[in-house]
């Protein structure tokens, strides 16, 4: 599996640059201010309607131990769709900006750093070379294993 390419939407977060699996990617939409739902983390800025699917919206900067960062003329919330104790689920991430769909082969995707990185290392999935640069590759399972988006994501189906 040397030879084999995945793809990977890069984005930038406080900074630095990271990635994740283009097949998690749902689609990319313009930032929303979400609708804060009272007594959640901050981790979980609230909720958007998209096209009348109620989504929760997470902010990763927030999730990765940074400081909430005031939404720019490049936010986006990046919509994906990740396994949460074995259900599908769909999930806004604000992230600061989007920057391209890369190609990057197995062979320039390294292990795990036991140290170094920012964030948590069950939040890695790996480290890439790009472009002469290294970029996080994000474990978005891992990331949004979270007790609080499970139960966010399950509230505006009992709702209904």
């Known amino acids: 599996m040397k030879n084999h390419t995945s793809q990977y939407l890069t984005f930038r977060l406080g900074g630095e640059i990271f990635a994740v699996g283009i097949l998690a990617v749902k689609e990319i939409i313009e930032y929303v201010t979400p609708t804060v739902v009272p007594l959640m983390p901050q981790t979980v800025r609230g ?7 109620v989504l929760p919206v997470v902010d990763l900067s927030v999730r990765f131990g940074q400081d909430v960062v005031e939404a720019g003329r490049r936010t986006c ?3 994906v769709e990740t396994m949460l104790q074995g259900e ?12 391209a769909v ?5 062979s320039d995707i390294g292990p795990t750093p036991a140290f170094g ?7 890695i999935s790996g480290i890439a070379r790009i472009g002469g640069r290294f970029v ?20 505006p189906e009992q709702a209904a």
């Open 77 to 79: 919330i990046i919509i």
């Open 88 to 99: 599908r689920q769909v999930i806004g991430v604000v992230v600061d900006a989007v920057d």
């Open 117 to 123: 990185a920012r964030i948590r290392a069950d939040f």
């Open 47 to 53: 909720v958007i309607n998209l096209r009348g699917s």
């Open 102 to 106: 890369l190609e990057v082969p197995a």
């Open 136 to 155: 996080i590759l994000v474990d978005l399972d891992a990331v949004l294993a979270l007790e609080d988006v499970l139960a966010l994501t399950q509230a």
